[in-house]
């Protein structure tokens, strides 16, 4: 044990146990087979009325952060006995230049994935208890809004994914500070355990009720419900709203410390630019106080992990205004990232039986009219240009393009099923408001695959689909789907026989993988059943990715065929098929994922040598040269304190860290430490060398 009075303050993960004793101010490092900078954190130190015991929900009551401040002098390395090494560590040799630096400085350590546990919060699909609380507690901010400011109109106030939200047409402009007053308002009403009550009422009886409060938001809602009866909910007799359900039976259910509202923003009546700007107040509800508090943790760490940020910070990547929002600069780290995604993409399609295609981005308007998409898609398309008086598109999808390909040449039952596959550019129309980093642009590349096949092979075609999904899904970390099979729905095209014999092949085909999933009665699309895949991160957030779908529509808009064994022409079945979506997204997504922290195998640079002084800058080069013939990502920083080039080295994430001396120079070696492994010592170039590879080959930690 070693006292370090210089620590202010401890933020830490998950896996760190922060104690809070009054009076003590002690910093016990140690950690099996771990280094100076991954240490097991126990650390008393005197605070306010914090509480020590971590809560059930896996995180610290301090939450999720990773972050120690500390002075360098406490960078030393323990023996498991608690006795310091005398090795030459990081820190010493950073003492013997007398760089060790006197003021505080910022250290992150790594977590492995292993050593997340993300929070399993309830859904409003798998509690209907929770989807009342958040739907009732919307109608109770609602009611508030108007008490406290009852010039305010409302307008929409729909349940989301973590909670509600309502928007109102107001003059007065909210701000944050205007939340904790309508929270008041709230607590006061769900005090009141006042009843919900459902009446249902004629369509002209619901249209003069609105008209005498005048709201006229409500009648154009009133104007777009198809169904009847008009049903409305009440709470007691004071407040009341168009509403189809469900809620609680009285207010006095919601849970009043399981609720907040979190933000003020802007939205357009009806998503509609041309329409008025309304005020939109988000609130989070939950079962419990507890699932709230694991909420509010999730939600820092998501912060935290903001690709946006990330991207910025790491130089990964920047979406630059004055080129237009939406259009994504990858930079050089960035943009090594996406070539080792890319080169790994192809390679595995390439052994699965697929063909790479490369298609223009853009096409004569006519290919888009006969796909269909200048008709049901064009919102989201680019205005057409005038070529030599000829109209072309920047195309919003790849499936026409493959279709041409697909066409050139007669097709014989033999060759199916025809593979191909394209990292295949798309174009489409995004409001700015819609806007989010890597999320939503304008510009992405879509990893597109189409299969032409044979009725009676769709299923052995899924299977293969499903199969090589779960490979490259695995190889970027990502090992817990959520399954949804979508079947026919009431508008379709194509018979009875093939929707029936295309569906089973989707359903056989997930059984056989023994995948776990759920059936979205009549969410396929109007074209053919499909199969979508949820992808599970690091802290337990899902995030739609892979997608196969089958499609009766394409094939006849574009009379492909092929010749079956009677030389009879037939129409082939087309499988779409994308496993990471889009390569922006799915950047953003592993960013967020990995914290920026990236295994070995997929780091922009993988090694830094670091020269204690500009005397072993040559050697680091001749080191740098042959790390990068043998393909090994690695780079050299000098020109600094070395304390300085060790924490930049931290900050930017660098996996494998080498820090050479003249004792490294003359016994031709390196004093490594790795992000996740800690401090391996003084090893020769050759065994790093080897270390790495193997770790490399295997996607693993170093």
């Not at 109102?168 to 919900?196: C, H, Q, S, T």
């Not at 080129?323 to 080169?343: D, Q, S, T, Y």
């Not at 992000?675 to 050759?686: K, P, Q």
Request: proline share 5%; glycine share 6%; charged share 30%.
């Amino acid at each position: 044990m070693y006292t370090a009075s210089c620590i202010r303050q401890v933020l830490c993960e998950p896996r760190f146990l922060v104690a809070l004793k009054s009076g003590q101010s002690a910093l016990s490092f140690g950690r099996s087979g771990a280094g100076p900078w991954q240490p097991r954190i126990l650390v008393a130190y005197k605070a306010n009325g914090l509480n020590s015991t971590p809560s059930p929900d896996g995180y610290s009551s301090l939450k999720s952060r990773r972050r120690l401040i500390w002075s360098e002098k406490a960078l030393v390395k323990l023996s498991t006995d608690g006795k310091a090494q005398h090795s030459r560590t990081l820190a010493s040799l950073a003492a013997d230049q007398e760089t060790v630096a006197k003021t505080e400085s910022e250290i992150e350590i790594p977590v492995s994935e292993e050593e997340i546990r993300p929070v399993v919060l309830p859904t409003n699909d798998s509690s209907q208890k929770l989807l009342q609380i958040r739907h009732t507690s919307a109608h109770v901010m609602a009611m508030a809004v108007q008490k406290l400011y009852p010039e305010a109109q409302v307008t929409i106030g729909p349940w989301i994914e973590r909670g509600f939200y309502y928007d109102f047409d107001m003059k007065e402009p909210l701000a944050e500070k205007d939340l904790k007053k309508i929270k008041k308002e709230m607590d006061k009403i769900v005090g009141r355990n006042l009843p919900l009550r459902r009446e249902e009422v004629s369509r002209e009886e619901a249209a003069r009720r609105i008209k005498a409060i005048n709201e006229p938001y409500k009648l154009e809602i009133l104007d777009s419900i198809k169904t009847e009866p008009i049903t409305i909910y009440h709470i007691g007799d004071e407040w009341w709203d168009l509403c189809a359900g469900p809620h609680l039976e009285r207010t006095g259910q919601i849970p009043r410390r399981a609720l907040e509202l979190e933000t003020v923003a802007g939205a357009y009546w009806r998503g509609d630019e041309k329409r008025a700007m309304l005020q939109r107040i988000y609130g989070t509800a939950w079962e419990t106080e507890e699932q709230l508090k694991a909420y509010q943790v999730q939600k820092e760490e998501a912060k935290r992990r903001d690709h946006r940020r990330l991207g910025q910070d790491l130089g990964l990547f920047s979406i630059q205004e004055d080129a237009g929002g939406g259009l994504v600069f990858w930079h050089p780290k960035g943009a090594m990232v996406r070539h080792i995604i890319e080169e790994y993409w192809k390679k595995v399609h390439l052994q699965r039986g697929y063909e790479l295609l490369y298609t223009p981005h853009v096409a004569k308007l006519d290919l888009w009219k006969t796909s269909g998409h200048y008709d049901f898609y064009r919102e989201n398309m680019y205005d057409h240009m005038d070529v030599e008086d000829e109209l072309y598109q920047l195309r919003p999808m790849n499936c026409p393009c493959h279709i041409q390909i697909y066409k050139d040449v007669l097709r014989s039952y033999r060759e199916l099923p025809m593979r191909v596959a394209e990292l295949g550019t798309v174009y489409r129309y995004e409001r700015s408001g819609a806007l989010h980093g890597l999320f939503r642009v304008r510009g992405f590349t879509q990893d597109d695959a189409h299969i032409f096949c044979l009725p009676d092979q769709i299923r052995e075609e899924i299977r293969g689909v499903l199969d090589l999904t779960e490979e490259i899904l695995t190889t970027f970390g990502f090992k817990n789907y959520e399954v949804n099979l979508s079947t026919r729905p009431e508008k379709s095209v194509g018979g009875d026989d093939i929707w029936e014999q295309a569906t089973t092949a989707l359903r056989e085909a997930l059984e056989d993988k023994g995948w776990n999933y759920s059936i979205d009665e009549g969410g396929g699309a109007f074209y053919g059943p499909k199969i979508d895949l949820k992808i599970e991160d690091a802290i337990g957030r899902k995030w739609q990715c892979s997608t196969v779908q089958v499609d009766f529509n394409l094939p006849h808009r574009f009379k492909l065929s092929y010749v079956d064994m009677n030389t009879q022409r037939k129409q082939p079945i087309m499988i779409h098929r994308a496993i990471l979506g889009s390569i922006e997204r799915f950047f953003g997504i592993l960013v967020e994922n990995y914290a920026g922290d990236f295994p070995l195998w997929l780091a922009p640079m993988q090694v830094r040598l670091l020269p204690v002084t500009d005397t072993q800058v040559p050697y680091c080069k001749d080191v740098v040269a042959k790390l990068k013939a043998l393909d090994i990502r690695a780079e050299i920083a000098y020109g600094e304190r070395l304390a300085k080039l060790i924490r930049n080295a931290e900050t930017q994430k660098i996996p494998v860290m080498a820090v050479v001396g003249p004792k490294e120079v003359e016994d031709g070696t390196l004093t490594v430490r790795t992000r996740h492994g800690g401090e391996l010592g003084s090893i020769s170039v050759d065994h790093i060398v080897a270390k790495i590879q193997a770790a490399v080959a295997s996607r693993g930690v170093l």
